[in-house]
C-alpha cells in the first residue's frame, strides 16, 4: 500500500462524528478520502470554508473551490462558505476539534517544526501556527524519515510552530503519542516490526510492552 495512503486511513480512524476539522497541505488532505460514509464529520479550510468533501475526481474541480493550498476541493450540500477573518476566529477561538497537519520535523516532547527552512522561500506562516495552538486536538501526518534521515527528532533543529506540543503522530511506519510529555510507540504499521522503526527513529522512544499493529 502507497505510505500515505496508509497514513492517511490511520488518521481517519481519529476523527468521531461531529468533528470540526481542519486538513493541512499535502498528506493530510487526502483523509477526507478515507472517512466513512456513515461519519458525520466536518471539514474545514483556513481560506473560508465548512463543510468540504473528497477532492473531486478530474475534470470536475472547480475554480473557486480549493483549500489553502490552492488545490482543488468539493463541497458537500449545506456547505458555508465565509472571509479568511471568519475563519481564524473558529481556530483562534477554540472551535476547532481536530487539525491534521504535515509535518518537518516532530522532536521526543512533541513539539513540531513544520513552516519553514530557515535559507529557503517561505510564502508565508498559513495557518499552522494558529492551528497547533488553537485546535483542541492536534495530529501530525507525515512520512517517517526523508532523504535517509528521521523526522522523529531527539529535538528540532527547525524554526518551531509552537510552543503547543502536538497529540499525536501517525507515519507510514509507526503511531506515537506523547503521554507524559515522552514520545512512546502506540502501534506499528502492517508489515514493519519494533525494530524497523527504532532503527529508523532518532528520538527515543518508550516502548510498551504490547504495540499493536495499525489497523487500517
Known sequence: MDPQIIIARRVAKELRSGDLVNLGIGIPTLVANYVPTDLKVFFQSENGL??????????????????????????????STFDSAMSFGLIRGGHVD?????????????????????????????????LVSGAKRVIVAMQHAAKGKSKIVAKCTLPLTSARPVHLVVTDMAVIGFPDGKATLLETAPGVTIGEVMAVTEADLVVPEHVPEMNI
Do not use: Y
Open 98 to 130: 481536530v487539525t491534521v497537519l504535515g509535518g518537518l520535523q516532530v522532536d521526543a516532547h512533541g513539539h513540531l517544526a513544520n513552516w519553514m527552512i530557515p535559507g529557503k522561500m517561505v510564502p508565508g506562516m498559513g495557518g499552522a501556527m494558529d
Open 50 to 79: 465548512i463543510g468540504t468533501g473528497p477532492i473531486p475526481e478530474q475534470g470536475l474541480a472547480h475554480p473557486t473551490l480549493t483549500d489553502a493550498g490552492g488545490r482543488p476541493i468539493s463541497a458537500l450540500p449545506g456547505a
